[in-house]
């Protein structure tokens, strides 16, 4: 499996505005998954977007898919404070495992 | 909803004891991971497994063993726990390639 990398480390906004972060990776995918944890807790699986999709949304996120250039993006639009958490990608390059990244530690104040 | 439960939220260890992590899901999934989260180095995959019985080695199996004798339950054994190995434990399953379920989490410490 391939590790996805995180960008940035940690992004720190206010409310109601939009936070982006982004994801590179190195080989092939099939596809590209992102998932959220919150402090202390499991990680729970936001999105998945396969390889020969360029856009996906769900509620408020936003993730694009740039094959040609292995990278991703996760857009959270209006972001609430109960968005901090960090965010994490995993390209799937079709191996029976993931492999997690560092993540971006988002922090959305009031 | 899938359903990942692990056997304790929080655990305290000496060191040189025999640790059992256990980590039961309601899915039928085939697969089933143990990871550890450490601040700065991300989630690392120590064991996973894809049947009953069967089992892999992930990135950092050292000081590790795990068990799978029916297919919702895995466990992950330290057979002699040793401070390094302070961390917050993950299980995780899938049905396949798709989306993995994690539990709540284990923080370990071994003092």
């Known amino acids: 499996s391939q590790q996805g990398e995180e960008d940035p480390q940690a992004l720190s906004i206010q409310e109601g505005e939009n936070a982006t972060m982004n994801c590179s990776y190195k080989t092939s995918i099939n596809n590209l998954q992102w998932y959220r944890q919150n402090s202390g807790r499991g990680l729970v699986h936001l999105i998945l977007i396969r390889s020969n999709e360029r856009e996906k949304h769900s509620g408020r996120l936003r993730v694009t898919l740039d094959t040609s250039k292995k990278s991703s993006s996760l857009l959270i639009t209006a972001s609430r404070a109960a968005d901090t958490a960090s965010y994490f990608c995993?390209?799937?390059?079709?191996?029976?495992?993931?492999?997690f990244g560092k993540g971006t530690m988002l922090l959305v104040s009031p | 909803d899938v359903k990942v439960t692990q056997s304790s939220r929080y655990l305290v260890k000496r060191t040189g004891e025999k640790v059992f992590l256990e980590c039961v899901q309601d899915m039928d999934h085939e697969n089933m991971f143990w990871y550890r989260q450490d601040p700065g180095l991300g989630l690392r995959l120590i064991y996973f497994s894809y049947d009953v019985k069967m089992k892999e080695k992930g990135d950092i199996p050292e000081g590790y063993s795990v068990s799978r004798e029916k297919k919702e339950r895995f466990s992950l054994i330290l057979e002699s726990a040793s401070t390094n190995q302070t961390s917050m434990y993950l299980c995780?399953?899938?049905?396949?390639?798709?989306?993995?379920?994690f539990g709540p989490g284990t923080r370990l410490t071994v003092t």
């Open positions: 995780a399953t899938t049905a396949g390639s798709y989306e993995q379920y």
């Open positions: 995993a390209p799937d390059s079709g191996y029976s495992t993931l492999t």
